[in-house]
Structure formats: C-alpha cells, structure tokens
C-alpha cells in the first residue's frame, strides 16, 4: 500500500495497492565521494556546473554575500554562482569532510547520467516508498507513528524557529552521512529527511514535471510536513538545490 489520506497533502491520495516485480535498492543515497569517482571517470558536466549557478539556502551564505535573486514563494533559498556538487554553498565552499554526506547540486538527468554508468537506474515512486516503509503500512514514518518516539531524534530535520534559527538537536545542521540515523527494518538509511531523492517518473498524467521524494534537512512542522515516506514534490528535471539527492535502485 502506497500514498496517504492525509488532509493536508492531496498529491499523495489516495491510499492505494501497487504490484511491484523484484528490484534492488541502495541501502544510502549516493555521496560526494562516489560521485566524485563519476565525475572523475567521465568528466560529466553537472546542470548546475552548466548554468553556473544553483539555489543553496541563505542561512548558509557568508554575512556579507552580495545579494542575489531569490525564490518568491521560498525566499530563504538564494542563486548562488559557483554552487554546484563539489561547491554545496558556492566557491567559498569545499567537500573536506563531506565525502559521506549524500551529493546535493544534482538535477534528475545528472542522477540519471550517474545511474547508468554503474549499470543501475533510479527508483520508481512506488518502488522507492515500498522500500522506504521498511515493511510498515500505513504508517508515516519509516520507524512507525511518532516524530520523535521517546524523545528520539530519527531523522535529519529542522528544530527550532524556520528559517532563522536551527538548534541542530538531532545532531545535524544542513546535510549528515548518509548512514547518520539507523536504518529501517529493510536496511535503508535516512528515507526521510535529510536529502529529498530524485525518482522515476513524471508528476502526473497530465504534467511531465520530474518527482522527488522523502523530505529533507529543511522539512519542518510549520511549513513543510514532508520527511514522511508518503511525501512528494515535483520540480523540473533540470533543478538542483542543496538538499536534493538520490539512490540507486536496478532490476533484481
């Protein structure tokens, strides 16, 4: 069983059976450092190296960045130049000690150019929730019902005021290893939160818009209720941000 009946969130209604044929999935989402190993092996041009820019979020920048375009319905995400993989927060920023982390800055068709240089291939929606849920249906989280069972944090999400301020009371602000939280009961780590994940697949019928899934970092209950595994949100194949990533799944 996939999707929601959630009142808040209509994409994802309603609440249905899929038949799935086996297939294989990443246990983390991909790091910098195999990325990098790509970009090494091919000399692949990301979207966003192409552009020269990408959306990082303002909170991150320097005090004294120049001021530069916004998004108007999510003004705390800026264009920065320079932001791309291997530059998360632009040309002031490097990967030291993020080879771990997952890679953020790619569009779907750099995901895509990833996934068949190592002979796999990105998740269908409906494969990537199964595997999400860790066996548990009808429940949002990969762990169960609650957020925070016994005041435990089980995800890399925002705590705090959004967007000024994050406590950083999971451990995390902005991006963790891939393999920070424990995994759920089919061994996939950070399902939810963290990084939102590029899928297979187009919105709807009738929009062709690419789909992520999952939540990420940013996700907090006064805006944004998406690090739950039914969540969605489409974006152009050609997008990249800071907290958008992907795993790898292939045929079994």
Do not use: I, K
Request: aromatic share 12%; charged share 20%.
């Amino acid at each position: 069983m996939v999707g929601s009946d959630d009142p808040d969130h209509p994409e994802e209604w309603p609440v249905r059976e899929v038949t799935l044929g086996p297939y294989r999935v990443a246990r983390c989402a991909v790091t910098t450092a195999e990325f990098g190993e790509f970009v090494a092996a091919t000399g692949h041009r990301t979207d966003a190296e192409r552009f020269g820019w990408s959306f990082v979020f303002g909170a991150f920048l320097p005090d004294d960045f120049p001021p530069t375009r916004g998004v108007a319905a999510a003004p705390w995400w800026r264009q920065v130049p320079g932001a791309d993989w291997a530059h998360p927060e632009g040309p002031h920023s490097d990967l030291r000690e993020r080879g771990d982390h997952p890679v953020v800055h790619v569009s779907r068709t750099d995901a895509e150019a990833y996934a068949a240089w190592r002979g796999a291939r990105l998740p269908t929606e409906a494969e990537w929730e199964h595997a999400a849920r860790g066996g548990l249906a009808g429940q949002p989280f990969p762990w169960g019902s609650e957020l925070e069972p016994g005041g435990e944090h089980r995800m890399n999400v925002w705590q705090g005021t959004f967007p000024q301020h994050d406590t950083g009371a999971d451990g995390w602000r902005g991006t963790c290893p891939v393999d920070a939280f424990a995994p759920n009961a089919h061994g996939l780590h950070n399902t939810t939160g963290n990084v939102w994940e590029w899928c297979a697949g187009q919105w709807s019928p009738a929009d062709a818009s690419a789909v992520s899934r999952g939540g990420s970092y940013l996700c907090h209950a006064s805006y944004c209720r998406r690090y739950r595994v039914s969540a969605r949100q489409p974006q152009s194949p050609d997008s990249s941000t800071g907290n958008l990533g992907f795993r790898l799944a292939a045929d079994a």
